[in-house]
């Protein structure tokens, strides 16, 4: 039997609840007209759809028609820039909302535009408490079929990304006898590591852009399908792009829709957990719970305007336009990026970083500053073959703090401030990634993907130090790396490396820092002589107002254990995390985070350190002895 074109608005949206968001500028409650079943929404009453904040994702409150109308408008818009289309429910909050590790990705600016609706009975539940007026919730899987009928009556191009081939030939076939006057240009259905890889993502957003399709239907799962769209959906030409999950399982009849009964009582979480336990009860029944705190706890009637930092603010005078290519700016001059390094018996491996550097200065102006710890001449007579580099003897080992903090006393003015260490070696076009990136977020700091020797990916991602996370990372380790956040500081999760994101901080080997973050954040704090130093600096960036952000183009190599290691070593790492809490947690849970690492230590006193760290954090009369900043001679500066 063929599908009604036009389907009443009624059985569409069976499940219509209270809700209310504030466009942006515009207060909440801005009336929406009276009759909730025209079909005939006017483009006064789209424009003037108010957004609301849930959960820290705003969200547009639309009537169905509304919806369609801007959706189906939009993809017969030749001039507007791509529009990505979400419904909101507690899985997007808990991937996007307040405190999630995507915040911020489907911010503007950025190529594609958002229009994320309403979907899931609590989201739509605190709209109404914020509000004061009840909306429906549209998922995607409700809007796609007279979505299909509008698209077939405009004549509109229709492309589908995501699902098996299996799912793909089934629709396919259906849509021969039910709606043959669909265009359907293109069915793609791309390997998961594809969707991984940078350069194959965008093959695939080049073959698609080949097909033209008006609009592309993203069905890959919440996260990746937002994250995919957020960064290649510009480059497929489609004009909308439907992030609509699991719509090609419904279009094919591999999942049931929950009946009438339980959307009315808004149990069709339960009806999908019944039929898929084994995939969807941790979403549920696990993450779902904390997704709802943070709807309850961050949710709004107003959404602000984002305001961005103007690359104004990163500007500095040109250099000296007639330098070679390759070759450094002087100390005394100003550049796009100052290289700040911080070197301890480091002669073998300056060389490759340096050599590493002077390709990025082929396109990025680069001054290079040296602050050398070591005992010896060995360092400083290696970057003696490299004139153009500025090198500072600070007269003794002061850290890796005290050590940067040498460095910037002659770095001069710059930009930004690229902070590295010294068995780094920077992959072509890493520093102008991380540039750009922090142009278009306004970043006060991003981090790059670091890369061990045999090309894997350092987890190099950290989230805030508190209390459960540190008894988390007691208890587990590196095991159970599948862990809520809230029981691990590192992001172990390979997602994460993927897709750019803001983070709470990073392992300090590189950190490229905005001369408006370092202005206002001033010198590292060296009570932190090595370890923690950068936990510290991170936590001063976000609390001036700053984001920090990774860049997953921004790739490099690190040789890691350049510090060493010793029993003191992994005393003072432990010691260190105790001093950041006494910092900054307050008495009580800073006595509560000690505890957590001294159970940490006595889990491991069969490892090689353990048992001095275990000692060094339950007796304080200790940290004296363990190493700290020393002063042999006067510093040599140039």
Request: neutral net charge; charged residues 20%.
């Given at each position: 039997?063929?599908?009604?074109?036009?389907?009443?608005?009624?059985?569409?949206?069976?499940?219509?609840?209270?809700?209310?968001?504030?466009?942006?500028?515009v207060?909440?409650?801005?009336?929406?007209?009276?009759?909730?079943?025209?079909?005939?929404?006017?483009?006064?009453?789209?424009?003037?759809?108010?957004?609301?904040?849930?959960?820290?994702?705003?969200?547009?409150?639309?009537?169905a028609?509304?919806?369609?109308?801007?959706?189906?408008?939009?993809?017969?818009?030749?001039?507007?820039?791509?529009l990505?289309?979400?419904?909101?429910?507690?899985?997007?909050?808990?991937?996007?909302?307040?405190?999630?590790?995507?915040?911020?990705?489907?911010?503007?600016?950025?190529?594609?535009?958002?229009?994320?609706?309403?979907?899931?009975?609590?989201?739509?539940?605190?709209?109404?408490?914020?509000?004061?007026?009840?909306?429906?919730r549209?998922?995607?899987?409700?809007?796609?079929?007279?979505?299909?009928?509008?698209?077939a009556?405009?004549?509109?191009r229709?492309?589908?990304?995501?699902?098996?081939?299996?799912?793909?030939?089934?629709?396919?076939?259906?849509?021969?006898?039910?709606?043959?006057?669909?265009?359907?240009?293109?069915?793609?259905?791309?390997?998961?590591?594809?969707?991984?890889?940078?350069?194959?993502?965008?093959?695939?957003?080049?073959?698609?852009?080949?097909?033209?399709?008006?609009?592309?239907?993203?069905?890959?799962?919440?996260?990746r399908?937002?994250?995919?769209?957020?960064?290649?959906?510009?480059?497929?030409?489609?004009?909308?792009?439907?992030?609509?999950?699991?719509?090609?399982?419904?279009?094919?009849?591999?999942?049931?829709?929950?009946?009438?009964?339980?959307?009315?009582?808004?149990?069709?979480?339960?009806?999908r957990?019944?039929l898929?336990?084994?995939?969807?009860?941790?979403r549920?029944?696990?993450?779902?719970?904390?997704?709802?705190?943070?709807?309850?706890?961050?949710?709004?009637?107003?959404?602000?305007?984002?305001?961005?930092?103007?690359?104004?603010?990163?500007?500095?005078?040109?250099?000296?336009?007639s330098?070679?290519?390759?070759?450094?700016v002087?100390?005394?001059?100003?550049?796009?990026?100052?290289?700040?390094?911080?070197?301890?018996?480091?002669?073998?491996?300056?060389?490759?970083?340096?050599?590493?550097?002077?390709?990025?200065?082929?396109?990025?102006?680069?001054?290079?500053?040296?602050?050398?710890?070591?005992?010896?001449?060995?360092?400083?007579?290696?970057?003696?073959?490299?004139?153009?580099?500025?090198?500072?003897?600070?007269?003794?080992?002061?850290?890796?703090?005290?050590?940067?903090?040498?460095?910037?006393?002659?770095?001069?003015?710059?930009?930004?401030?690229?902070?590295?260490n010294?068995?780094?070696?920077?992959?072509?076009?890493?520093?102008?990634?991380?540039?750009?990136?922090?142009?278009?977020?306004?970043?006060?700091?991003?981090?790059?993907?670091?890369l061990?020797?045999?090309?894997?990916?350092?987890?190099?991602?950290?989230?805030?130090?508190?209390?459960?996370?540190?008894?988390?990372?007691?208890?587990?380790?590196?095991?159970?790396?599948?862990?809520?956040?809230?029981?691990?500081?590192?992001?172990?999760?390979?997602?994460?490396?993927?897709?750019?994101?803001?983070?709470?901080?990073?392992?300090?080997?590189?950190?490229?820092?905005?001369?408006?973050?370092?202005?206002?954040?001033?010198?590292?704090?060296?009570?932190?002589?090595?370890?923690?130093?950068?936990?510290?600096?991170?936590?001063?960036?976000?609390?001036?107002?700053?984001?920090?952000?990774?860049?997953?183009?921004?790739?490099?190599?690190?040789?890691?254990?350049?510090?060493?290691?010793?029993?003191?070593?992994?005393?003072?790492?432990?010691?260190?995390?105790?001093?950041?809490?006494?910092?900054?947690?307050?008495?009580?849970?800073?006595?509560?985070?000690?505890?957590?690492?001294?159970?940490?230590?006595?889990?491991?006193?069969?490892?090689?350190?353990?048992?001095?760290?275990?000692?060094?954090?339950?007796?304080?009369?200790?940290?004296?002895?363990?190493?700290?900043?020393?002063?042999?001679?006067?510093?040599?500066?140039?």
């Amino acid at each position: 039997m063929l599908l009604p074109k036009i389907m009443p608005v009624g059985d569409l949206l069976h499940r219509a609840v209270p809700h209310f968001y504030p466009r942006r500028g515009v207060p909440a409650g801005v009336p929406q007209g009276e009759d909730h079943h025209s079909v005939a929404a006017s483009a006064e009453t789209v424009a003037k759809a108010p957004w609301v904040n849930l959960g820290g994702v705003p969200v547009k409150l639309m009537e169905a028609e509304g919806a369609l109308r801007e959706i189906l408008d939009r993809a017969g818009s030749p001039d507007a820039p791509p529009l990505g289309v979400c419904s909101a429910n507690l899985d997007h909050i808990r991937h996007f909302g307040t405190g999630s590790r995507w915040i911020g990705t489907l911010d503007p600016p950025a190529p594609v535009e958002w229009l994320t609706l309403i979907d899931g009975a609590p989201l739509a539940t605190q709209a109404r408490r914020l509000t004061s007026k009840t909306w429906p919730r549209l998922a995607g899987s409700d809007l796609i079929h007279p979505f299909l009928a509008g698209a077939a009556a405009r004549g509109l191009r229709l492309g589908f990304l995501g699902g098996s081939e299996e799912t793909q030939k089934l629709i396919a076939s259906k849509f021969v006898t039910e709606r043959p006057e669909l265009k359907v240009v293109g069915w793609w259905a791309p390997a998961r590591s594809t969707l991984g890889d940078a350069a194959a993502s965008r093959r695939l957003a080049r073959e698609i852009r080949a097909a033209s399709p008006d609009v592309l239907i993203v069905c890959l799962g919440k996260p990746r399908q937002e994250l995919w769209i957020a960064e290649y959906g510009h480059l497929t030409g489609a004009k909308v792009l439907l992030a609509f999950g699991a719509v090609v399982d419904f279009l094919a009849g591999n999942v049931r829709r929950a009946p009438s009964w339980a959307s009315s009582h808004s149990l069709e979480w339960a009806w999908r957990l019944m039929l898929e336990p084994r995939r969807l009860a941790r979403r549920y029944l696990v993450e779902g719970p904390e997704a709802y705190v943070k709807l309850r706890t961050a949710s709004s009637s107003d959404v602000e305007p984002r305001k961005l930092l103007s690359s104004a603010a990163y500007a500095v005078p040109e250099p000296v336009p007639s330098r070679a290519p390759g070759s450094f700016v002087p100390a005394t001059e100003a550049a796009d990026v100052a290289v700040v390094v911080v070197t301890y018996n480091n002669a073998d491996d300056v060389g490759p970083l340096v050599a590493s550097l002077r390709k990025e200065a082929a396109d990025v102006s680069i001054k290079v500053v040296v602050a050398d710890n070591s005992p010896d001449e060995s360092t400083l007579r290696e970057l003696a073959h490299h004139p153009d580099i500025t090198a500072v003897r600070t007269g003794g080992n002061l850290g890796y703090a005290g050590g940067i903090n040498a460095a910037f006393s002659v770095a001069g003015e710059a930009g930004s401030y690229l902070i590295l260490n010294p068995d780094l070696r920077v992959e072509p076009g890493a520093v102008a990634a991380m540039l750009q990136r922090m142009d278009e977020q306004g970043a006060g700091m991003v981090v790059p993907v670091l890369l061990d020797d045999d090309g894997s990916i350092y987890p190099s991602l950290r989230r805030e130090p508190g209390v459960l996370r540190a008894l988390g990372d007691a208890a587990l380790g590196s095991h159970a790396k599948g862990r809520p956040g809230w029981l691990s500081e590192m992001d172990f999760d390979t997602e994460s490396y993927l897709h750019g994101h803001r983070v709470d901080w990073a392992t300090g080997a590189a950190l490229l820092i905005s001369s408006a973050a370092s202005e206002a954040v001033g010198a590292w704090d060296e009570q932190f002589f090595l370890y923690s130093e950068e936990t510290d600096y991170c936590h001063r960036v976000r609390s001036a107002g700053f984001s920090i952000w990774f860049e997953p183009a921004a790739r490099m190599w690190h040789e890691r254990g350049g510090s060493g290691s010793s029993p003191q070593l992994t005393a003072l790492m432990s010691v260190n995390r105790v001093r950041y809490a006494e910092k900054y947690l307050g008495r009580g849970r800073a006595l509560a985070f000690r505890g957590a690492v001294l159970a940490a230590e006595i889990a491991r006193l069969n490892k090689a350190g353990h048992r001095d760290a275990a000692l060094a954090v339950l007796m304080q009369r200790r940290w004296e002895r363990l190493p700290h900043a020393t002063r042999t001679t006067t510093a040599a500066t140039p």
